[in-house]
């Protein structure tokens, strides 16, 4: 069963500043890693992934980073801004021999504060 | 363009009453289509998820049940609600090519009094 840890909990940035949260993972049937942004009251929304055979994937101000050996994904919001504030989760591909599911980390709640 | 819908938006309901959340996509054929409860506190748990018309497969033994009647359609019920199910309820659906990248509709908020 996978399992993915995210980190922090929370994280308070100032505006301008980078926003970095952290997720690791156990095992993965492959190399596809998605982060989600969701908003208060709304359903999750694909933000950004990164798929096989690449160690970073940079879509304006949001970058993934992908460390394969060490089996740790991270998530980098350049020039946070106040609304980037959200939760954002990591997820991961079941390891169970079915790639129908995603494993998510418990989410980080984003504050950027003006 | 694929659209997701889920309904209705908010529901208040008593202990013992049954329940049924309805969730449809457009635009796609079929999807993988998933249900996950957010409780307060943020994390995501997988109800249920179905890969086809009648083939439902349990994460997590509750008091939920869940159908998929059309290929587009996919129904969470209850008979008879307990305090604990309350959360908020997301549908998502996935292609079967790729890397299942899930796409959320807008949730239904659920409150058991």
């Known amino acids: 069963q996978q399992q993915v840890k995210q980190s922090p909990q929370s994280l308070i940035v100032q505006k301008g500043g980078i926003s970095i949260i952290n997720c690791a993972y156990e095992?993965?049937?492959?190399?596809?890693f998605p982060w989600y942004q969701q908003f208060p009251g709304k359903g999750p929304a694909l933000l950004i992934a990164?798929?096989?055979?690449?160690s970073e994937k940079k879509e304006g101000r949001f970058t993934i980073s992908f460390n394969k050996s060490a089996k740790q994904f991270s998530l980098h919001i350049m020039d946070s801004q106040p609304g980037d504030s959200a939760t954002y989760f990591c997820?991961?591909?079941?390891?169970?021999?079915?790639?129908?599911?995603?494993?998510f980390g418990k989410g980080t709640l984003l504050t950027v504060n003006p | 363009s694929q659209t997701i819908h889920q309904w209705p938006a908010t529901l208040v309901q008593p202990v013992g009453s049954p329940l049924s959340l309805e969730c449809t996509v457009e635009?796609?054929?079929?999807?993988?289509l998933y249900w996950y409860r957010q409780a307060a506190g943020r994390g995501l748990q997988l109800l249920f998820y179905?890969?086809?018309?009648?083939?439902i497969s349990s994460e997590v033994p509750q008091n939920l049940s869940a159908s998929r009647p059309q290929d587009r359609q996919f129904i969470l019920s209850s008979k008879k609600l307990l305090l604990s199910d309350s959360g908020f309820y997301l549908c998502?659906?996935?292609?079967?090519?790729?890397?299942?990248?899930?796409?959320f509709g807008p949730g239904t908020r659920l409150t058991v009094l």
């Open positions: 095992n993965t049937a492959f190399d596809y």
């Open positions: 998502a659906w996935a292609g079967k090519r790729g890397y299942n990248e899930q796409f």
């Open positions: 997820a991961a591909p079941n390891s169970g021999g079915s790639n129908y599911k995603l494993t």
């Open positions: 990164i798929r096989p055979d690449v």
């Open positions: 179905s890969v086809g018309i009648g083939q």
């Open positions: 635009g796609t054929s079929n999807p993988n």
